[in-house]
Protein backbone atom coordinates (compact mmCIF):
# COMPACT_ATOMS: atom_id res chain seq x y z
CA UNK A 1 0.00 0.00 0.00
CA UNK A 2 1.10 3.42 -0.59
CA UNK A 3 -0.35 7.05 -0.38
CA UNK A 4 -2.21 8.39 -3.51
CA UNK A 5 -0.65 10.61 -5.53
CA UNK A 6 -2.60 14.42 -5.98
CA UNK A 7 -4.15 15.07 -9.60
CA UNK A 8 -5.87 17.84 -9.37
CA UNK A 9 -7.47 20.41 -6.33
CA UNK A 10 -10.31 22.58 -6.24
CA UNK A 11 -11.45 25.17 -3.51
CA UNK A 12 -14.98 24.22 -3.51
CA UNK A 13 -15.79 26.53 0.13
CA UNK A 14 -13.61 29.11 2.25
CA UNK A 15 -14.53 30.42 5.24
CA UNK A 16 -12.26 31.76 8.70
CA UNK A 17 -12.93 28.26 10.21
CA UNK A 18 -13.09 25.52 7.40
CA UNK A 19 -12.26 24.59 3.41
CA UNK A 20 -14.25 22.38 1.60
CA UNK A 21 -11.73 21.09 -1.15
CA UNK A 22 -12.25 18.77 -3.87
CA UNK A 23 -9.69 16.40 -5.01
CA UNK A 24 -8.58 14.12 -7.80
CA UNK A 25 -6.28 11.39 -6.45
CA UNK A 26 -4.93 7.87 -8.49
CA UNK A 27 -5.39 4.86 -6.25
CA UNK A 28 -1.62 3.30 -7.30
CA UNK A 29 -3.50 -0.09 -6.87
CA UNK A 30 -6.15 0.10 -8.96
CA UNK A 31 -4.54 2.89 -11.17
CA UNK A 32 -7.60 5.07 -11.27
CA UNK A 33 -8.68 8.37 -10.94
CA UNK A 34 -11.00 8.92 -7.77
CA UNK A 35 -12.98 12.20 -6.55
CA UNK A 36 -12.57 13.32 -3.15
CA UNK A 37 -13.83 15.36 -0.47
CA UNK A 38 -11.22 17.11 2.09
CA UNK A 39 -12.60 19.15 5.23
CA UNK A 40 -9.26 21.91 6.09
CA UNK A 41 -9.42 22.85 9.42
CA UNK A 42 -6.74 24.86 12.14
CA UNK A 43 -6.02 22.26 14.76
CA UNK A 44 -8.32 22.31 17.54
CA UNK A 45 -8.06 22.38 21.30
CA UNK A 46 -9.91 20.96 24.08
CA UNK A 47 -9.19 21.77 28.00
CA UNK A 48 -10.78 19.61 31.34
CA UNK A 49 -10.92 22.16 33.75
CA UNK A 50 -10.81 21.00 37.21
CA UNK A 51 -11.26 22.60 40.51
CA UNK A 52 -9.33 22.39 43.13
CA UNK A 53 -12.26 20.30 45.08
CA UNK A 54 -12.07 18.12 42.35
CA UNK A 55 -14.99 19.67 40.40
CA UNK A 56 -15.41 19.77 36.18
CA UNK A 57 -15.91 22.96 34.40
CA UNK A 58 -18.08 22.30 31.75
CA UNK A 59 -20.37 24.62 28.78
CA UNK A 60 -23.50 24.18 27.81
CA UNK A 61 -23.97 25.49 24.12
CA UNK A 62 -26.40 25.57 21.18
CA UNK A 63 -25.07 22.87 18.02
CA UNK A 64 -26.19 23.68 15.03
CA UNK A 65 -25.36 19.92 13.71
CA UNK A 66 -27.56 18.19 16.03
CA UNK A 67 -29.87 21.53 16.67
CA UNK A 68 -29.25 20.45 20.30
CA UNK A 69 -27.53 22.11 23.34
CA UNK A 70 -24.88 19.67 24.35
CA UNK A 71 -22.62 19.54 27.35
CA UNK A 72 -19.09 19.98 26.60
CA UNK A 73 -15.41 20.60 27.82
CA UNK A 74 -14.31 24.47 26.72
CA UNK A 75 -12.16 24.35 23.59
CA UNK A 76 -11.99 25.95 20.01
CA UNK A 77 -9.64 26.33 17.51
CA UNK A 78 -6.18 27.94 17.08
CA UNK A 79 -6.53 31.00 15.65
CA UNK A 80 -4.83 32.20 12.45
CA UNK A 81 -0.91 32.29 13.37
CA UNK A 82 -1.76 30.97 16.42
CA UNK A 83 0.89 27.77 16.54
CA UNK A 84 1.40 26.67 20.59
CA UNK A 85 -2.24 24.20 21.02
CA UNK A 86 -0.84 24.81 25.05
CA UNK A 87 -1.82 28.57 24.90
CA UNK A 88 -5.08 28.64 22.54
CA UNK A 89 -6.55 25.98 25.32
CA UNK A 90 -5.51 28.46 27.64
CA UNK A 91 -7.10 31.01 26.28
CA UNK A 92 -10.18 29.13 25.08
CA UNK A 93 -10.80 28.17 28.67
CA UNK A 94 -10.52 32.00 29.79
CA UNK A 95 -12.73 33.47 27.22
CA UNK A 96 -15.78 30.48 27.64
CA UNK A 97 -15.51 30.06 31.49
CA UNK A 98 -14.23 32.59 32.82
CA UNK A 99 -11.24 29.85 34.82
CA UNK A 100 -7.97 30.64 34.47
CA UNK A 101 -5.59 27.43 34.37
CA UNK A 102 -2.35 28.14 35.62
CA UNK A 103 -1.19 24.69 34.79
CA UNK A 104 -1.54 22.66 31.36
CA UNK A 105 -0.67 18.99 31.41
CA UNK A 106 -0.24 18.02 27.68
CA UNK A 107 -2.97 14.56 27.15
CA UNK A 108 -2.84 13.77 23.86
CA UNK A 109 -4.06 14.28 20.21
CA UNK A 110 -6.09 13.25 17.60
CA UNK A 111 -6.84 13.62 13.85
CA UNK A 112 -10.68 13.99 14.30
CA UNK A 113 -11.50 12.11 11.37
CA UNK A 114 -8.91 11.27 8.92
CA UNK A 115 -11.07 9.88 6.23
CA UNK A 116 -11.66 13.64 5.45
CA UNK A 117 -9.87 15.41 7.50
CA UNK A 118 -5.99 16.34 8.16
CA UNK A 119 -6.05 18.34 11.38
CA UNK A 120 -5.20 17.51 15.25
CA UNK A 121 -7.43 18.13 18.26
CA UNK A 122 -4.70 18.02 21.27
CA UNK A 123 -6.17 17.81 24.82
CA UNK A 124 -5.02 19.41 27.97
CA UNK A 125 -5.86 18.92 31.64
CA UNK A 126 -6.16 21.75 33.57
CA UNK A 127 -5.66 21.33 37.12
CA UNK A 128 -6.55 23.72 39.95
CA UNK A 129 -8.20 26.22 37.87
CA UNK A 130 -10.15 29.39 39.70
CA UNK A 131 -12.81 31.87 38.84
CA UNK A 132 -11.10 35.27 37.61
CA UNK A 133 -13.49 36.74 35.91
CA UNK A 134 -16.86 37.00 33.48
CA UNK A 135 -16.83 35.08 30.09
CA UNK A 136 -15.44 36.75 27.31
CA UNK A 137 -17.38 34.90 24.61
CA UNK A 138 -16.93 35.54 20.26
CA UNK A 139 -20.00 37.52 18.49
CA UNK A 140 -21.52 34.09 17.65
CA UNK A 141 -21.45 32.13 21.25
CA UNK A 142 -23.72 31.62 23.47
CA UNK A 143 -22.85 29.34 26.58
CA UNK A 144 -23.57 28.34 30.28
CA UNK A 145 -20.94 27.31 32.38
CA UNK A 146 -21.97 24.15 34.53
CA UNK A 147 -19.65 22.91 37.36
CA UNK A 148 -19.95 18.91 37.68
CA UNK A 149 -18.08 16.19 40.59
CA UNK A 150 -15.45 14.88 38.84
CA UNK A 151 -16.99 11.34 39.90
CA UNK A 152 -19.94 12.05 37.91
CA UNK A 153 -18.36 12.49 34.45
CA UNK A 154 -18.62 8.61 33.56
CA UNK A 155 -21.83 8.22 35.02
CA UNK A 156 -23.10 11.22 32.93
CA UNK A 157 -20.92 9.58 29.65
CA UNK A 158 -23.32 6.57 29.88
CA UNK A 159 -26.51 8.36 30.51
CA UNK A 160 -25.74 10.17 27.30
CA UNK A 161 -25.82 13.63 28.96
CA UNK A 162 -22.48 14.47 27.61
CA UNK A 163 -22.50 13.15 23.99
CA UNK A 164 -19.88 15.24 21.69
CA UNK A 165 -17.46 12.58 20.82
CA UNK A 166 -14.13 14.46 21.11
CA UNK A 167 -15.25 16.00 24.35
CA UNK A 168 -16.18 12.77 25.87
CA UNK A 169 -12.29 11.42 24.48
CA UNK A 170 -11.24 14.23 26.24
CA UNK A 171 -12.72 13.47 29.72
CA UNK A 172 -11.77 10.27 29.69
CA UNK A 173 -7.82 10.86 29.17
CA UNK A 174 -8.42 13.24 32.29
CA UNK A 175 -10.24 10.90 34.51
CA UNK A 176 -7.92 7.80 33.65
CA UNK A 177 -4.98 10.41 34.39
CA UNK A 178 -6.04 11.70 37.72
CA UNK A 179 -7.33 7.91 38.95
CA UNK A 180 -3.15 6.94 38.00
CA UNK A 181 -2.11 10.12 39.78
CA UNK A 182 0.71 10.81 37.55
Sequence with gaps: MSRWTLLRSRTIYHSPIATLVEETRRDPRRAVEVPLFVLKFPDWVNVVPVTEDGRVVLVRQYRAGTDA?????????????????A????????????????ELIFLGRVVPNPAIQGNYCHFYLAPGVKPVGPQ?????EEMSVEVVRLEDIRRMIADHEIVHALGILGLLYAVDRLAVGR
Design 136 to 140: HLDPN
Design 87 to 102: AAAKRELLEETGYLAD
Design 69 to 85: MTLEIPGGTLDEGETDP
